[in-house]
């Protein structure tokens, strides 16, 4: 039986090559799916070029076909920019991250600057991940200074500046670290 199954496995047929209707039919569907950018939708379609083929007569375009999408308001690359930073900034992630993330979602610098957090924003999110993590002054115990510097790592992995990681970690107390969120400046 173990046979029969790797035979079938192996002749698994091919999806036919993509043509212009078919890879229509494939963005209208992924943007009905999925909150996306024009940047993600092209590089997906890119990726369903490279798996199945063309066979279509012209060469298929999938800029032109995101673009098209945008313009008709299927897809709105400020609204997901914005969504995918709130987002990020809810779970504790820092500005460096939240800008990673956009950037791979093909978000322009310009729109990603506009959508990125200030500085009270920033803080509130360390915050957020201290707590949830439970590192620096919202640990159990008091942490050493190894556990301190594993955790001011994490922090910056997690996207957060090194000063606004130490700010959080080394904070004497939860009330230290609150204000010291609580007296950023809202831009």
């Given amino acids: 039986m173990a046979d029969h199954s790797m035979n079938k496995r192996r002749t698994r047929r091919q999806p036919r090559p993509l043509d212009a209707a078919r890879l229509e039919e494939l963005a209208l569907a992924y943007v009905a799916r999925f909150a996306t950018s024009t ?3 092209e590089g997906y379609l890119a990726r369903k070029l490279r798996e199945r083929g063309w066979e279509g007569e012209s060469p298929p375009d ?3 076909i995101a673009a098209r999408f945008a313009d008709r308001g299927y897809i709105d690359d400020e609204s997901y920019a914005r969504s995918r930073a709130e987002g990020l900034l809810r779970r504790g992630y820092g500005a460096r991250r ?3 993330t956009l950037r791979g979602a093909g978000i322009g610098g310009a ?7 200030d500085e009270g924003a920033r803080r509130a ?6 707590r949830k993590r439970r590192f620096g002054p919202f640990a159990p115990e008091p942490p050493d200074r190894e556990r301190c510097e594993k955790q001011i790592a994490a922090m910056v992995r997690a996207g957060h500046g090194f000063e606004q990681a130490r700010a959080v970690i080394m904070a004497a107390s939860v009330g230290e670290a609150e204000e010291w969120a609580a007296e950023a400046p809202h831009d």
């Fill in 111 to 117: 729109l990603r600057e506009a959508v990125g957090p």
């Fill in 62 to 64: 999938p800029a032109a």
């Fill in 125 to 130: 999110a360390a915050l957020r991940l201290a």
């Fill in 98 to 100: 939240i800008d990673e």
């Fill in 39 to 41: 940047g993600k939708l």
